[in-house]
């Protein structure tokens, strides 16, 4: 099977209008946020697509909130990145979220978030999120030193 080839850009490299998917790598009381669908037994970021006329910075917003809950949180964007998946390049915006609060889940396709000390075995989209987890890790080590 092939593996995706993945490559991070400088943030808002890609026009809006490319971008297909918001990332938010996402922590709470110091632990990393994952999320498990109803329909896997994996984890996740939280993660979705950008609807027709929504910025990647709202749909990052819309998803953190569906996915997870978080009411109260902070957001920065990290970078963009290109994912190559068997001849098609699909474009993203990649974020980290402080979340200082999480209201009720709703009830929508996420059946359980889950906090970690390190990323968890168990990802969903493996080739593609110990990547992007490692990427969040180096940003945020360069934006504590400055």
């Known amino acids: 099977m092939n593996q995706p080839i993945v490559k991070f850009l400088d943030a808002f490299t890609v026009p809006g209008e490319e971008l297909k998917y918001s990332i938010i790598c996402s922590q709470y009381q110091n632990k990393w946020v994952f999320v498990r669908h109803r329909l896997r037994e994996t984890w996740e970021m939280p993660a979705g697509h950008i609807e027709k006329d929504e910025s990647a910075l709202a749909a990052a917003k819309r ?3 569906e996915e997870t809950g978080a ?7 990290v970078c963009d990145y290109s994912c190559d998946w068997q001849g098609e390049i699909k474009s993203g ?5 402080n979340i200082q609060q999480l209201g009720k889940l709703p009830e929508m396709e996420i059946a359980e978030v889950r906090f970690f000390r390190n990323l968890p075995k168990e990802l969903t989209y493996t080739d593609i999120q ?4 490692e990427r969040v890790k180096e940003f945020l080590n360069k ?3 400055v």
């Open 63 to 65: 998803e953190l909130y």
């Open 71 to 77: 009411t109260h949180f902070s957001l920065r964007t």
């Open 93 to 97: 915006r990649i974020f980290f979220a």
């Open 130 to 133: 110990n990547l992007v987890f």
């Open 143 to 145: 934006i504590q030193t």
